[in-house]
Protein backbone atom coordinates (compact mmCIF):
# COMPACT_ATOMS: atom_id res chain seq x y z
CA UNK A 1 0.00 0.00 0.00
CA UNK A 2 1.46 3.14 -1.10
CA UNK A 3 1.63 5.99 1.46
CA UNK A 4 1.60 9.63 -0.24
CA UNK A 5 1.82 13.55 0.51
CA UNK A 6 -0.89 15.64 -1.07
CA UNK A 7 1.37 16.89 -3.63
CA UNK A 8 1.43 13.21 -5.22
CA UNK A 9 -2.28 12.58 -4.46
CA UNK A 10 -3.08 14.97 -6.47
CA UNK A 11 -0.62 14.02 -9.34
CA UNK A 12 -2.13 10.46 -8.77
CA UNK A 13 -5.57 11.60 -9.18
CA UNK A 14 -4.67 14.08 -12.30
CA UNK A 15 -2.62 10.91 -13.96
CA UNK A 16 -5.81 8.56 -13.03
CA UNK A 17 -7.97 11.30 -14.58
CA UNK A 18 -6.02 11.94 -17.72
CA UNK A 19 -4.52 8.54 -18.66
CA UNK A 20 -7.17 6.91 -16.80
CA UNK A 21 -9.97 8.68 -18.38
CA UNK A 22 -11.99 8.73 -15.03
CA UNK A 23 -13.96 11.81 -14.46
CA UNK A 24 -12.92 13.69 -11.21
CA UNK A 25 -16.70 13.28 -10.32
CA UNK A 26 -16.74 9.66 -10.54
CA UNK A 27 -13.80 9.43 -8.40
CA UNK A 28 -15.38 11.64 -6.00
CA UNK A 29 -18.84 9.48 -5.94
CA UNK A 30 -16.33 6.76 -5.43
CA UNK A 31 -14.59 8.21 -2.23
CA UNK A 32 -18.24 9.56 -1.02
CA UNK A 33 -19.89 6.03 -1.80
CA UNK A 34 -17.25 3.91 -0.63
CA UNK A 35 -17.47 5.69 3.09
CA UNK A 36 -21.31 5.70 3.18
CA UNK A 37 -21.70 2.25 2.55
CA UNK A 38 -19.06 1.47 5.12
CA UNK A 39 -20.57 4.39 7.60
CA UNK A 40 -24.08 2.56 6.84
CA UNK A 41 -22.73 -0.76 8.37
CA UNK A 42 -20.59 0.75 10.84
CA UNK A 43 -23.57 2.86 12.62
CA UNK A 44 -26.48 0.92 11.79
CA UNK A 45 -27.87 1.49 14.67
CA UNK A 46 -27.63 5.34 14.17
CA UNK A 47 -30.60 7.53 12.90
CA UNK A 48 -29.27 10.79 12.59
CA UNK A 49 -25.81 12.31 11.04
CA UNK A 50 -24.81 16.12 10.67
CA UNK A 51 -22.51 16.24 7.70
CA UNK A 52 -20.24 19.41 7.88
CA UNK A 53 -18.60 20.27 4.42
CA UNK A 54 -16.06 23.14 3.41
CA UNK A 55 -16.10 24.72 0.31
CA UNK A 56 -13.49 22.11 -1.21
CA UNK A 57 -13.65 18.31 -3.24
CA UNK A 58 -13.44 17.30 0.71
CA UNK A 59 -16.98 18.58 0.74
CA UNK A 60 -17.76 17.21 -2.11
CA UNK A 61 -17.12 14.16 -0.70
CA UNK A 62 -19.52 15.24 2.31
CA UNK A 63 -22.00 16.00 -0.19
CA UNK A 64 -21.87 12.12 -2.04
CA UNK A 65 -22.09 10.54 1.79
CA UNK A 66 -25.02 12.75 2.78
CA UNK A 67 -27.08 11.45 -0.52
CA UNK A 68 -26.24 8.09 0.26
CA UNK A 69 -27.06 8.30 4.33
CA UNK A 70 -30.41 9.77 2.92
CA UNK A 71 -30.98 6.75 0.32
CA UNK A 72 -29.83 4.10 3.22
CA UNK A 73 -33.23 6.27 5.45
CA UNK A 74 -30.53 8.15 7.79
CA UNK A 75 -31.94 11.28 8.90
CA UNK A 76 -29.15 13.66 7.45
CA UNK A 77 -28.74 17.56 7.59
CA UNK A 78 -25.08 19.17 5.75
CA UNK A 79 -24.13 22.21 7.58
CA UNK A 80 -22.34 23.70 4.50
CA UNK A 81 -19.61 26.70 6.31
CA UNK A 82 -19.07 28.37 3.06
CA UNK A 83 -21.48 30.49 1.41
CA UNK A 84 -23.20 29.18 -1.97
CA UNK A 85 -20.73 31.00 -4.59
CA UNK A 86 -17.61 28.89 -2.84
CA UNK A 87 -18.99 25.83 -3.56
CA UNK A 88 -18.14 24.81 -7.59
CA UNK A 89 -16.96 22.37 -9.63
CA UNK A 90 -16.89 18.81 -8.74
CA UNK A 91 -18.50 19.35 -5.17
CA UNK A 92 -21.11 22.01 -6.47
CA UNK A 93 -22.51 18.82 -8.98
CA UNK A 94 -22.62 16.55 -6.19
CA UNK A 95 -23.80 19.10 -4.05
CA UNK A 96 -27.03 19.26 -6.77
CA UNK A 97 -27.57 15.60 -6.87
CA UNK A 98 -28.19 15.47 -3.14
CA UNK A 99 -30.77 18.67 -3.47
CA UNK A 100 -32.25 16.45 -6.42
CA UNK A 101 -33.19 14.12 -4.06
CA UNK A 102 -34.42 16.69 -1.17
CA UNK A 103 -31.48 16.80 0.53
CA UNK A 104 -31.40 19.67 3.15
CA UNK A 105 -28.29 22.15 3.34
CA UNK A 106 -28.00 24.53 5.76
CA UNK A 107 -25.27 27.14 4.10
CA UNK A 108 -23.09 30.04 5.58
CA UNK A 109 -23.63 27.97 9.05
CA UNK A 110 -22.73 29.70 12.14
CA UNK A 111 -21.05 27.39 15.10
CA UNK A 112 -23.57 28.26 17.37
CA UNK A 113 -26.27 27.45 15.46
CA UNK A 114 -24.27 24.16 14.75
CA UNK A 115 -23.64 23.42 18.41
CA UNK A 116 -27.23 24.29 19.63
CA UNK A 117 -28.31 21.63 16.66
CA UNK A 118 -25.63 18.69 17.30
CA UNK A 119 -27.64 17.40 20.31
CA UNK A 120 -29.85 15.95 17.79
CA UNK A 121 -27.84 13.82 15.69
CA UNK A 122 -25.69 10.34 16.57
CA UNK A 123 -22.32 11.24 14.66
CA UNK A 124 -20.68 13.72 12.67
CA UNK A 125 -19.42 13.41 9.34
CA UNK A 126 -16.10 15.80 8.84
CA UNK A 127 -15.94 17.04 5.66
CA UNK A 128 -14.48 20.30 6.14
CA UNK A 129 -10.88 20.15 5.14
CA UNK A 130 -8.88 17.57 2.95
CA UNK A 131 -5.17 17.31 2.06
CA UNK A 132 -6.09 21.05 0.42
CA UNK A 133 -5.02 22.55 4.08
CA UNK A 134 -2.81 25.47 3.44
CA UNK A 135 -1.18 27.38 6.43
CA UNK A 136 -2.70 28.65 9.29
CA UNK A 137 -6.57 27.47 10.02
CA UNK A 138 -8.62 30.30 8.92
CA UNK A 139 -10.68 32.11 11.75
CA UNK A 140 -14.05 31.42 9.83
CA UNK A 141 -13.27 27.46 10.49
CA UNK A 142 -11.75 27.29 13.72
CA UNK A 143 -14.85 27.92 16.34
CA UNK A 144 -16.35 24.77 14.01
CA UNK A 145 -13.12 21.97 14.72
CA UNK A 146 -13.12 23.62 18.53
CA UNK A 147 -16.73 22.63 18.64
CA UNK A 148 -16.19 19.03 16.90
CA UNK A 149 -13.57 18.51 19.41
CA UNK A 150 -15.14 19.23 22.65
CA UNK A 151 -18.64 17.74 21.32
CA UNK A 152 -19.18 14.27 22.72
CA UNK A 153 -20.57 13.01 19.53
CA UNK A 154 -18.63 10.52 17.44
CA UNK A 155 -16.73 12.44 14.80
CA UNK A 156 -15.93 10.44 11.24
CA UNK A 157 -13.55 12.14 8.98
CA UNK A 158 -13.56 11.97 5.58
CA UNK A 159 -9.82 11.41 3.93
CA UNK A 160 -8.27 13.30 7.24
CA UNK A 161 -9.21 15.05 10.01
CA UNK A 162 -9.68 18.78 9.05
CA UNK A 163 -6.82 21.05 9.68
CA UNK A 164 -4.32 18.18 9.93
CA UNK A 165 -1.56 18.64 7.30
CA UNK A 166 -1.28 15.35 4.88
CA UNK A 167 2.63 16.03 4.65
CA UNK A 168 5.23 16.23 7.46
CA UNK A 169 7.65 19.21 8.00
CA UNK A 170 4.47 21.04 7.79
CA UNK A 171 3.77 22.81 11.59
CA UNK A 172 0.03 21.85 12.48
CA UNK A 173 -2.06 24.02 14.14
CA UNK A 174 -5.78 23.02 15.10
CA UNK A 175 -7.15 19.97 13.63
CA UNK A 176 -9.91 17.60 14.01
CA UNK A 177 -9.43 14.99 16.49
CA UNK A 178 -11.54 11.84 14.73
CA UNK A 179 -13.33 8.80 16.01
CA UNK A 180 -12.33 7.07 12.76
CA UNK A 181 -11.02 8.22 9.47
CA UNK A 182 -11.91 6.91 6.28
CA UNK A 183 -8.64 7.62 4.21
CA UNK A 184 -9.67 8.09 0.47
CA UNK A 185 -7.33 5.83 -1.78
CA UNK A 186 -4.11 6.30 -0.10
CA UNK A 187 -2.78 6.81 3.68
CA UNK A 188 -0.91 10.50 3.84
CA UNK A 189 2.30 10.63 5.23
CA UNK A 190 0.94 12.08 8.66
CA UNK A 191 -0.98 9.26 9.49
CA UNK A 192 2.75 7.50 10.26
CA UNK A 193 4.21 9.75 11.81
CA UNK A 194 3.82 10.15 16.41
CA UNK A 195 2.41 13.84 15.49
CA UNK A 196 -0.32 13.07 13.44
CA UNK A 197 -1.72 9.63 13.85
CA UNK A 198 -3.27 10.72 16.96
CA UNK A 199 -5.73 12.65 15.21
CA UNK A 200 -7.13 10.47 12.87
CA UNK A 201 -8.39 7.64 15.45
CA UNK A 202 -9.29 4.64 14.16
CA UNK A 203 -8.49 4.41 10.09
CA UNK A 204 -9.43 2.59 6.89
CA UNK A 205 -8.37 3.70 3.58
CA UNK A 206 -11.53 3.17 0.57
CA UNK A 207 -10.12 2.42 -2.48
CA UNK A 208 -11.66 4.76 -5.36
CA UNK A 209 -10.66 3.42 -8.41
CA UNK A 210 -7.56 4.52 -9.32
CA UNK A 211 -5.18 2.40 -11.51
CA UNK A 212 -1.78 0.57 -9.76
CA UNK A 213 0.14 2.50 -12.56
CA UNK A 214 -1.19 5.36 -11.54
CA UNK A 215 1.64 4.87 -8.58
CA UNK A 216 4.57 4.01 -10.33
CA UNK A 217 6.22 7.65 -11.06
CA UNK A 218 4.21 9.24 -8.18
CA UNK A 219 5.26 7.83 -4.77
CA UNK A 220 7.81 6.00 -3.34
CA UNK A 221 6.83 5.00 0.33
CA UNK A 222 4.88 2.20 0.95
CA UNK A 223 3.58 0.23 3.94
CA UNK A 224 4.57 -2.92 4.19
CA UNK A 225 2.24 -5.50 5.64
CA UNK A 226 1.20 -8.76 5.56
CA UNK A 227 0.86 -9.39 1.54
CA UNK A 228 4.55 -7.73 1.40
CA UNK A 229 5.60 -10.87 3.26
CA UNK A 230 4.06 -13.41 1.78
CA UNK A 231 5.10 -12.56 -1.72
CA UNK A 232 8.93 -11.64 -0.97
CA UNK A 233 9.89 -14.30 1.80
CA UNK A 234 11.26 -17.13 0.60
CA UNK A 235 10.32 -20.60 1.33
CA UNK A 236 12.81 -23.09 2.63
CA UNK A 237 14.03 -25.45 0.18
CA UNK A 238 13.39 -29.32 0.93
CA UNK A 239 17.30 -29.31 -0.36
CA UNK A 240 18.90 -27.00 1.83
CA UNK A 241 21.86 -27.36 4.44
CA UNK A 242 22.53 -25.33 7.05
CA UNK A 243 24.78 -23.68 4.45
CA UNK A 244 22.00 -22.14 2.17
CA UNK A 245 20.46 -19.80 5.13
CA UNK A 246 23.24 -17.80 6.09
CA UNK A 247 26.30 -17.98 8.39
CA UNK A 248 25.70 -15.19 10.19
CA UNK A 249 28.34 -13.17 13.04
CA UNK A 250 26.88 -11.17 16.33
CA UNK A 251 29.68 -9.18 17.47
CA UNK A 252 29.09 -6.95 20.70
CA UNK A 253 28.78 -7.75 24.29
CA UNK A 254 31.64 -6.33 26.55
CA UNK A 255 31.73 -8.31 29.93
CA UNK A 256 28.50 -5.97 31.50
CA UNK A 257 26.59 -7.15 28.92
CA UNK A 258 26.04 -10.56 28.01
CA UNK A 259 22.38 -10.39 27.61
CA UNK A 260 22.17 -8.10 24.30
CA UNK A 261 24.08 -10.27 22.22
CA UNK A 262 22.48 -12.92 23.34
CA UNK A 263 19.40 -11.65 22.08
CA UNK A 264 20.63 -10.77 19.01
CA UNK A 265 21.66 -14.49 18.41
CA UNK A 266 18.77 -16.02 19.33
CA UNK A 267 16.62 -13.43 17.49
CA UNK A 268 18.84 -14.71 14.24
CA UNK A 269 18.54 -18.16 14.76
CA UNK A 270 14.94 -18.42 15.82
CA UNK A 271 14.57 -16.06 12.55
CA UNK A 272 15.63 -18.77 10.11
CA UNK A 273 19.58 -18.28 9.90
CA UNK A 274 21.68 -21.49 9.62
CA UNK A 275 24.85 -20.83 11.46
CA UNK A 276 25.34 -18.61 14.29
CA UNK A 277 28.76 -17.53 15.90
CA UNK A 278 28.79 -14.96 18.72
CA UNK A 279 32.09 -12.78 18.94
CA UNK A 280 32.37 -11.31 22.21
CA UNK A 281 34.87 -11.42 25.52
CA UNK A 282 35.59 -14.55 27.47
CA UNK A 283 33.57 -14.04 30.82
CA UNK A 284 30.71 -13.66 28.53
CA UNK A 285 30.97 -17.12 26.77
CA UNK A 286 29.47 -19.88 29.83
CA UNK A 287 26.23 -16.83 30.75
CA UNK A 288 25.46 -16.53 26.84
CA UNK A 289 26.14 -20.43 26.56
CA UNK A 290 23.56 -21.36 28.76
CA UNK A 291 20.71 -19.47 27.10
CA UNK A 292 21.46 -19.89 23.46
CA UNK A 293 22.28 -23.65 23.19
CA UNK A 294 23.17 -23.14 19.13
CA UNK A 295 25.23 -20.62 18.82
CA UNK A 296 28.76 -20.95 18.17
CA UNK A 297 31.79 -18.70 19.84
CA UNK A 298 34.71 -16.48 18.50
CA UNK A 299 36.46 -14.91 21.64
CA UNK A 300 37.56 -11.27 21.36
CA UNK A 301 40.45 -10.38 23.33
CA UNK A 302 39.26 -7.97 25.90
CA UNK A 303 40.85 -5.13 28.58
CA UNK A 304 38.86 -5.11 32.01
CA UNK A 305 36.06 -6.56 30.14
CA UNK A 306 36.32 -4.25 27.19
CA UNK A 307 36.75 -5.63 23.68
CA UNK A 308 40.08 -4.51 22.10
CA UNK A 309 41.81 -6.82 19.76
CA UNK A 310 41.17 -5.87 15.95
CA UNK A 311 40.50 -9.64 14.37
CA UNK A 312 39.07 -8.90 11.18
CA UNK A 313 40.15 -11.82 8.80
CA UNK A 314 38.32 -14.09 11.53
CA UNK A 315 35.04 -12.46 10.19
CA UNK A 316 35.57 -12.80 6.41
CA UNK A 317 33.87 -16.17 5.74
CA UNK A 318 30.78 -15.07 7.15
CA UNK A 319 27.91 -13.92 5.03
CA UNK A 320 26.36 -11.44 6.95
CA UNK A 321 27.80 -9.33 10.69
CA UNK A 322 25.32 -7.46 13.28
CA UNK A 323 28.19 -5.16 15.17
CA UNK A 324 27.23 -2.82 18.29
CA UNK A 325 25.02 -4.15 20.76
CA UNK A 326 25.64 -4.19 23.92
CA UNK A 327 29.51 -3.24 23.23
CA UNK A 328 30.51 -0.08 24.78
CA UNK A 329 31.58 2.96 23.48
CA UNK A 330 35.35 2.54 24.83
CA UNK A 331 37.72 4.38 22.33
CA UNK A 332 39.78 0.89 21.79
CA UNK A 333 36.50 -1.48 21.18
CA UNK A 334 35.46 1.97 18.90
CA UNK A 335 38.20 1.28 17.12
CA UNK A 336 38.23 -2.39 16.51
CA UNK A 337 34.65 -1.76 14.97
CA UNK A 338 35.85 0.83 12.62
CA UNK A 339 38.58 -1.08 11.24
CA UNK A 340 36.13 -4.29 10.84
CA UNK A 341 33.77 -2.08 9.08
CA UNK A 342 36.42 -0.55 6.68
CA UNK A 343 37.70 -3.69 6.43
CA UNK A 344 35.06 -6.01 5.82
CA UNK A 345 32.51 -5.59 2.43
CA UNK A 346 29.97 -7.69 3.49
CA UNK A 347 26.25 -7.55 4.62
CA UNK A 348 26.60 -5.98 7.84
CA UNK A 349 23.69 -4.49 10.57
CA UNK A 350 25.07 -1.99 12.64
CA UNK A 351 23.38 -1.44 15.90
CA UNK A 352 23.76 0.98 19.58
CA UNK A 353 26.90 1.44 19.91
CA UNK A 354 28.23 0.44 16.93
CA UNK A 355 26.23 3.56 15.41
CA UNK A 356 28.58 6.08 17.82
CA UNK A 357 31.20 4.14 16.31
CA UNK A 358 30.61 4.11 13.12
CA UNK A 359 29.39 7.97 12.99
CA UNK A 360 33.79 9.42 12.44
CA UNK A 361 34.05 6.95 9.56
CA UNK A 362 30.31 7.28 7.93
CA UNK A 363 32.58 9.30 5.02
CA UNK A 364 34.36 6.52 4.26
CA UNK A 365 31.55 3.55 4.01
CA UNK A 366 29.80 4.64 0.64
CA UNK A 367 31.77 3.17 -1.86
CA UNK A 368 30.52 -0.61 -1.01
CA UNK A 369 29.51 -3.87 -2.38
CA UNK A 370 27.46 -4.51 0.08
CA UNK A 371 24.67 -3.12 1.97
CA UNK A 372 25.10 -1.77 5.32
CA UNK A 373 22.30 -0.85 7.29
CA UNK A 374 21.68 1.16 10.45
CA UNK A 375 19.47 0.78 12.74
CA UNK A 376 19.05 3.74 14.93
CA UNK A 377 16.09 4.70 16.98
CA UNK A 378 15.34 8.53 17.57
CA UNK A 379 17.94 9.81 19.84
CA UNK A 380 20.69 7.78 17.99
CA UNK A 381 19.34 8.96 14.40
CA UNK A 382 19.90 12.73 15.86
CA UNK A 383 23.41 11.90 17.31
CA UNK A 384 24.31 10.84 13.72
CA UNK A 385 22.47 13.83 11.28
CA UNK A 386 22.83 16.55 14.59
CA UNK A 387 18.88 17.06 14.45
CA UNK A 388 17.42 17.18 17.53
CA UNK A 389 14.84 14.79 18.16
CA UNK A 390 12.05 17.14 18.01
CA UNK A 391 13.07 18.25 14.01
CA UNK A 392 13.25 14.60 13.41
CA UNK A 393 9.92 13.41 14.77
CA UNK A 394 8.50 16.61 12.60
CA UNK A 395 10.06 14.91 9.32
CA UNK A 396 11.63 11.82 10.04
CA UNK A 397 10.84 10.69 6.36
CA UNK A 398 12.84 13.67 4.27
CA UNK A 399 15.71 13.16 7.07
CA UNK A 400 16.13 9.53 6.76
CA UNK A 401 16.10 9.72 2.98
CA UNK A 402 18.73 12.66 2.79
CA UNK A 403 21.09 10.80 5.63
CA UNK A 404 20.59 7.53 3.72
CA UNK A 405 21.03 8.97 0.42
CA UNK A 406 24.08 11.09 1.51
CA UNK A 407 26.25 7.94 2.98
CA UNK A 408 24.73 5.60 0.60
CA UNK A 409 23.33 3.06 3.52
CA UNK A 410 19.97 1.55 4.19
CA UNK A 411 18.26 3.44 7.47
CA UNK A 412 16.11 1.33 9.82
CA UNK A 413 14.33 4.53 11.95
CA UNK A 414 12.96 3.06 14.70
CA UNK A 415 9.90 4.04 16.83
CA UNK A 416 6.26 3.54 16.99
CA UNK A 417 6.29 3.56 13.21
CA UNK A 418 9.20 2.25 11.70
CA UNK A 419 10.82 3.63 8.70
CA UNK A 420 13.04 1.81 6.33
CA UNK A 421 14.93 3.89 3.79
CA UNK A 422 17.15 2.61 0.64
CA UNK A 423 20.15 4.38 -0.33
CA UNK A 424 18.41 4.68 -3.91
CA UNK A 425 15.23 7.06 -1.90
CA UNK A 426 12.74 3.96 -1.50
CA UNK A 427 11.22 3.99 2.09
CA UNK A 428 8.90 1.86 3.59
CA UNK A 429 7.00 1.97 7.04
CA UNK A 430 6.12 -0.88 9.28
CA UNK A 431 3.70 0.05 12.05
CA UNK A 432 3.40 -3.21 13.60
CA UNK A 433 4.28 -3.52 17.42
CA UNK A 434 3.04 -1.80 20.43
CA UNK A 435 4.27 -0.35 24.01
CA UNK A 436 5.50 -3.38 24.99
CA UNK A 437 8.42 -3.52 22.72
CA UNK A 438 9.15 -0.12 24.63
CA UNK A 439 11.62 -1.94 26.89
CA UNK A 440 15.24 -2.89 26.64
CA UNK A 441 16.64 -5.27 24.95
CA UNK A 442 13.57 -5.29 21.79
CA UNK A 443 16.14 -3.42 19.75
CA UNK A 444 18.62 -6.63 20.02
CA UNK A 445 16.18 -8.72 18.86
CA UNK A 446 15.37 -6.58 15.77
CA UNK A 447 19.02 -6.52 15.13
CA UNK A 448 18.95 -10.55 14.96
CA UNK A 449 15.62 -10.53 13.06
CA UNK A 450 17.38 -8.00 10.48
CA UNK A 451 20.60 -10.18 10.21
CA UNK A 452 18.84 -13.07 9.73
CA UNK A 453 16.77 -11.60 6.89
CA UNK A 454 19.54 -9.88 5.01
CA UNK A 455 20.93 -13.48 4.42
CA UNK A 456 18.17 -15.24 3.22
CA UNK A 457 17.22 -15.00 -0.37
CA UNK A 458 14.97 -12.13 -1.13
CA UNK A 459 15.92 -8.18 -1.83
CA UNK A 460 17.65 -6.27 0.54
CA UNK A 461 14.38 -3.52 1.02
CA UNK A 462 12.31 -7.28 1.61
CA UNK A 463 14.57 -8.08 4.22
CA UNK A 464 14.17 -5.57 5.75
CA UNK A 465 10.33 -4.33 5.47
CA UNK A 466 9.96 -8.91 6.98
CA UNK A 467 12.24 -8.66 9.71
CA UNK A 468 10.84 -5.14 11.16
CA UNK A 469 7.33 -6.37 10.38
CA UNK A 470 7.35 -9.62 12.22
CA UNK A 471 9.26 -8.57 14.91
CA UNK A 472 6.17 -5.70 15.97
CA UNK A 473 3.70 -8.50 14.55
CA UNK A 474 5.39 -11.36 17.49
CA UNK A 475 4.81 -8.40 20.30
CA UNK A 476 1.39 -8.00 18.99
CA UNK A 477 -0.07 -11.20 18.66
CA UNK A 478 1.78 -12.43 22.19
CA UNK A 479 -0.43 -9.76 23.86
CA UNK A 480 -3.48 -10.61 21.53
CA UNK A 481 -3.53 -14.35 22.42
CA UNK A 482 -3.11 -13.36 26.20
CA UNK A 483 0.74 -14.72 26.41
CA UNK A 484 2.00 -11.18 27.50
CA UNK A 485 0.42 -7.85 28.41
CA UNK A 486 2.19 -4.80 27.30
CA UNK A 487 3.89 -4.59 30.68
CA UNK A 488 5.11 -7.68 31.03
CA UNK A 489 6.29 -8.37 27.51
CA UNK A 490 10.10 -8.96 27.70
CA UNK A 491 12.52 -9.35 24.47
CA UNK A 492 13.15 -12.66 24.98
CA UNK A 493 8.84 -13.21 24.79
CA UNK A 494 9.52 -11.14 21.29
CA UNK A 495 11.88 -13.98 20.10
CA UNK A 496 9.54 -17.11 21.42
CA UNK A 497 6.52 -15.21 19.81
CA UNK A 498 8.50 -15.47 16.30
CA UNK A 499 7.45 -19.52 16.21
CA UNK A 500 3.79 -18.71 16.40
CA UNK A 501 4.27 -15.59 13.62
CA UNK A 502 5.98 -17.53 11.11
CA UNK A 503 3.70 -20.71 11.77
CA UNK A 504 0.59 -18.16 11.00
CA UNK A 505 2.22 -16.45 7.73
CA UNK A 506 3.02 -19.56 6.55
CA UNK A 507 -0.86 -20.72 6.04
CA UNK A 508 -1.87 -17.39 4.61
N1 LIG B 1 -9.78 14.24 -7.78
C1 LIG B 1 -9.54 14.57 -6.54
O1 LIG B 1 -8.68 15.44 -6.29
C2 LIG B 1 -10.27 13.91 -5.47
C3 LIG B 1 -10.34 14.54 -4.22
N2 LIG B 1 -11.02 14.03 -3.22
C4 LIG B 1 -11.26 14.80 -1.99
O2 LIG B 1 -10.82 16.13 -2.16
C5 LIG B 1 -9.99 16.54 -1.11
C6 LIG B 1 -9.04 17.58 -1.59
O3 LIG B 1 -9.84 18.60 -2.12
P1 LIG B 1 -9.34 20.10 -2.37
O4 LIG B 1 -8.06 20.07 -3.09
O5 LIG B 1 -10.46 20.84 -2.95
O6 LIG B 1 -9.00 20.62 -0.95
P2 LIG B 1 -9.84 20.66 0.42
O7 LIG B 1 -11.25 20.30 0.26
O8 LIG B 1 -9.04 19.91 1.40
O9 LIG B 1 -9.68 22.15 0.88
C7 LIG B 1 -9.70 23.21 0.01
C8 LIG B 1 -10.55 24.27 0.63
O10 LIG B 1 -10.14 24.56 1.95
C9 LIG B 1 -9.85 25.94 2.10
N3 LIG B 1 -8.67 26.04 2.97
C10 LIG B 1 -7.41 25.69 2.68
N4 LIG B 1 -6.59 25.96 3.70
C11 LIG B 1 -7.36 26.50 4.67
C12 LIG B 1 -7.08 27.02 5.94
N5 LIG B 1 -5.84 27.02 6.45
N6 LIG B 1 -8.10 27.50 6.68
C13 LIG B 1 -9.34 27.49 6.20
N7 LIG B 1 -9.67 27.04 4.98
C14 LIG B 1 -8.69 26.56 4.21
C15 LIG B 1 -9.62 26.46 0.71
O11 LIG B 1 -10.03 27.77 0.62
C16 LIG B 1 -10.47 25.54 -0.15
O12 LIG B 1 -11.75 26.03 -0.27
C17 LIG B 1 -9.36 15.27 -0.63
O13 LIG B 1 -8.91 15.39 0.72
C18 LIG B 1 -10.48 14.26 -0.81
O14 LIG B 1 -11.33 14.28 0.32
C19 LIG B 1 -11.86 12.86 -3.44
O15 LIG B 1 -13.12 13.35 -3.79
C20 LIG B 1 -11.36 11.95 -4.50
C21 LIG B 1 -10.95 12.64 -5.75
N1 LIG C 1 5.42 2.20 21.38
C1 LIG C 1 5.95 1.38 20.47
N2 LIG C 1 5.17 0.85 19.51
C2 LIG C 1 5.70 0.03 18.58
N3 LIG C 1 7.01 -0.33 18.55
C3 LIG C 1 7.84 0.16 19.46
C4 LIG C 1 7.36 1.05 20.48
N4 LIG C 1 8.41 1.38 21.26
C5 LIG C 1 9.49 0.74 20.77
N5 LIG C 1 9.16 0.00 19.68
C6 LIG C 1 10.10 -0.84 18.88
O1 LIG C 1 10.97 -1.51 19.80
C7 LIG C 1 12.32 -1.50 19.36
C8 LIG C 1 13.17 -0.72 20.38
O2 LIG C 1 14.50 -0.64 19.95
P1 LIG C 1 15.61 0.13 20.80
O3 LIG C 1 15.10 1.44 21.25
O4 LIG C 1 16.86 0.09 20.02
O5 LIG C 1 15.73 -0.82 22.08
P2 LIG C 1 17.02 -1.46 22.80
O6 LIG C 1 18.22 -0.69 22.37
O7 LIG C 1 16.76 -1.30 24.24
O8 LIG C 1 17.06 -2.87 22.39
C9 LIG C 1 12.28 -0.87 17.97
O9 LIG C 1 12.14 -1.88 17.00
C10 LIG C 1 11.01 0.00 17.99
O10 LIG C 1 10.45 0.18 16.72
K1 LIG D 1 -11.81 16.03 6.56
Known amino acids: MYIVTAEEMYEIDRYAIEHGGIDGRILMENAGRAIAERLIKQEAGSQAAAVIVGSGNNGGDGFVIARYLLQSGFRVKVYQLA ?15 FINQQGLIEDNVD ?10 YHFVVDAILGIGVKGEIRS ?13 KKVISVDIPSGLPANEGIDKDIAVKADFTYVVESPKQSLFTEWGAPYYGEWEVVPIGIPEQAYSNHSSLKRWGKQAFVSTFPKRDTYSHKGSHGKGAVIGGQRTMPGSVTLTASAALKSGAGLLTIATVEDNIPIIASK ?18 NHTDLFKAFDGLA ?10 TANFSQKLIQALDMPMVIDADGLHHLKPILNTVSERNHPIIITPHFGEMAMLTGYTIDEMKRKPFS ?15 KGKFTIITSPYGDQIVNDTGNAGLAKGGTGDVLSGILLAMIMQNQSTMAALGNACYIHGLSAE ?5 GENTEIDLLASDVIDGLSNV ?7
Do not use: W
Not at 111 to 120: G, I, S, V, Y
Open 292 to 309: CTEAMYQVLEDRDGVITK
Open 323 to 332: IGMGMGRDEV
Open 83 to 97: SNQKITGDALYHKQL
Open 140 to 152: SIRPFIDLLNKSD
Open 399 to 413: IAKEFADQYQLYVVL
Open 502 to 508: FRTLSDV
Open 477 to 481: MRVKS
Open 111 to 120: AEMLQDDLPN
